[in-house]
C-alpha cells in the first residue's frame, strides 16, 4: 500500500474518525483501518457500539493494500509536519509517513482482515429527517441523559415518532427533557433509543435532510463520504408521558438572563438551591448553607399572582442547563405545589424537574 495525500485532508479525517477509537489502547478497535482500492482511500474507527467510515478520493495511489495503525499514535505522527502533501506507504509491519525528507514511522497490525465488519443497509427500513430538527432535538436532550445509568434503557435518548409528530425524550429520573417537532409527512407510530455517544457526534457529522437507515438493532446513516452506524439501546424506554404533570397551577414568565445571572451567583457555593416564591417575586439561597459554612441568597422582585408562599428545593444545575438550550428572551415557569416536580418550557422545548425535599 502506497499513496501520497494532502494533509489538511487526511487530519480532517482523522480528526472525526477520533471520537470512535476504543480508548484501550491494546484493543483491535484503538486502530484505524485504512484501505486502497480503485484510488479511493477508506477509513474506518469503530469501538463496537458506534463506528464511522470516511471515503477520501482526493488520493495518488501508486498501490492498493490495507492495514491497521494505531489510531492515537498515528494522529501524533502527523501534527509535526507541513500542511502539505504527505506520503504513506507500508513496509512490513510499518506505516511509514514521508514529506521532503522527514520519516515518521509508526507500527502496524497485519491482522486487518479481523478487523470488526460494519453493518449494511440491506432490508432495513427508512425514516426520513430534517437535519436542523435532529441536530437540536439531540442537542436539547444530551443533558438529561446519564450515560452511566444501571437502567440501560436510560443510557440514550428516544425518539418517539406518532403520525406526523416527533419527540425527542431523555430522562437521568431526576428530570425529564421532551422536544415536540412536526415532521412533513405522517410516519409509523416508532421508538427508537439512540446511545448518548451517537446523538454526541450525529449533529458534528451530517446536515441537511438525511434518512434514518434502521432495523431492530441499528440506525446507519451515509452520505457522499460518512457512513455512520449505531447499536441501538435495547429494552423498553419508561413511559415518559405519565411523568409530564396533567395540570399546572401557577405560570410565570420569567427572563432568561435574569433567571441565569442569579443562579449562578448561588449555585458557586453549592449548586443544591432553595427557591421561594410569594407576592414580592422569587428568591434563591443555598440549601443546607450550615454544613457548607457559607452561605449565597439574591431574589428578583416582581409581582407574582400568587395566593401563599412556596418554597423547594432544586439543583440549579438542571434549569441553567435548560436555560443554556434557548434562545428566546424569556421561559415559562410551572407548578402546581411545592412538593411536585415543576416545568420549565419554552417553544417546544420542556424540561420537568424533581424537587429536593426540604
Known amino acids: 500500500m502506497k499513496f501520497t495525500i494532502d494533509k489538511v485532508d487526511l487530519e480532517r479525517a482523522l480528526s472525526a474518525l477520533a471520537p470512535f477509537l476504543d480508548k484501550r489502547g491494546d484493543s483491535l478497535t484503538s486502530n484505524f483501518f485504512l484501505a486502497i482500492k480503485k484510488n479511493v482511500l477508506t477509513i ?35 501534527k509535526p509536519l507541513r500542511r502539505d502533501n504527505v506520503t504513506l506507504e507500508q513496509i512490513k509491519n510499518e506505516l511509514v ?85 412536526v415532521i412533513s409527512e405522517d410516519g409509523n407510530n416508532l421508538e427508537l433509543i439512540v446511545p448518548r455517544p451517537a446523538i454526541v457526534e450525529i449533529p458534528k457529522l451530517f446536515d441537511g435532510d438525511i434518512e434514518f437507515i434502521y432495523n431492530e438493532d441499528h440506525v446507519i446513516i451515509e452520505n457522499k463520504n460518512f457512513f455512520f452506524f449505531t447499536k441501538l439501546v435495547s429494552g423498553k424506554y ?54 457548607l459554612n457559607s452561605k449565597a441568597e439574591t431574589s428578583i422582585d416582581m409581582e407574582l399572582q400568587i395566593e401563599e408562599r412556596f418554597e423547594f428545593g432544586v439543583n440549579s444545575k438542571f434549569i441553567i442547563d435548560f436555560l443554556n ?34
Open 97 to 181: 509517513v514521508k514529506q521532503g525528507k522527514s520519516r515518521l514511522r509508526v507500527k502496524t497490525n497485519s491482522n486487518s482482515s479481523s478487523f470488526y465488519k460494519f453493518p449494511t443497509i440491506e432490508n432495513m427500513s427508512r425514516i426520513p429527517f430534517n437535519g436542523e430538527i435532529l441536530r437540536d432535538g439531540f442537542n436539547n436532550v444530551i443533558a438529561s441523559i446519564d450515560g452511566n445509568s444501571p437502567k440501560y434503557e436510560l443510557t440514550g435518548g428516544l425518539i418517539a415518532i406518532t403520525g406526523n409528530k416527533i419527540n425527542f425524550v431523555s430522562t437521568d429520573t431526576k428530570r425529564l427533557t421532551i422536544v415536540e417537532e
Open 44 to 78: 474506518k474507527a469503530t469501538n463496537l457500539k458506534i463506528g464511522l467510515s470516511v471515503t477520501i478520493d482526493s488520493v495518488l495511489v501508486e498501490s492498493e493494500g490495507e492495514t491497521l495503525v494505531d489510531g492515537a499514535k498515528f494522529i501524533n505522527v502527523l
Open 238 to 291: 419508561p413511559n415518559w408521558k405519565r411523568i409530564v404533570p396533567s395540570s399546572l397551577k401557577y405560570t410565570f414568565k420569567f427572563q432568561k438572563s435574569e433567571m441565569m445571572e442569579n443562579l449562578k451567583l448561588v449555585s458557586t457555593v453549592t449548586k443544591d438551591v432553595k427557591v421561594t416564591l410569594d407576592q414580592a417575586g422569587i428568591s434563591f439561597e443555598t440549601l443546607d448553607y450550615q454544613s
Open 325 to 358: 438550550n434557548i434562545d428566546a428572551e424569556d421561559f415559562n415557569f410551572s407548578f402546581e405545589a411545592a412538593n411536585r416536580p415543576f416545568v420549565l418550557t419554552s417553544k417546544n422545548l420542556k424540561t420537568v424537574i424533581m424537587p429536593i425535599n426540604i
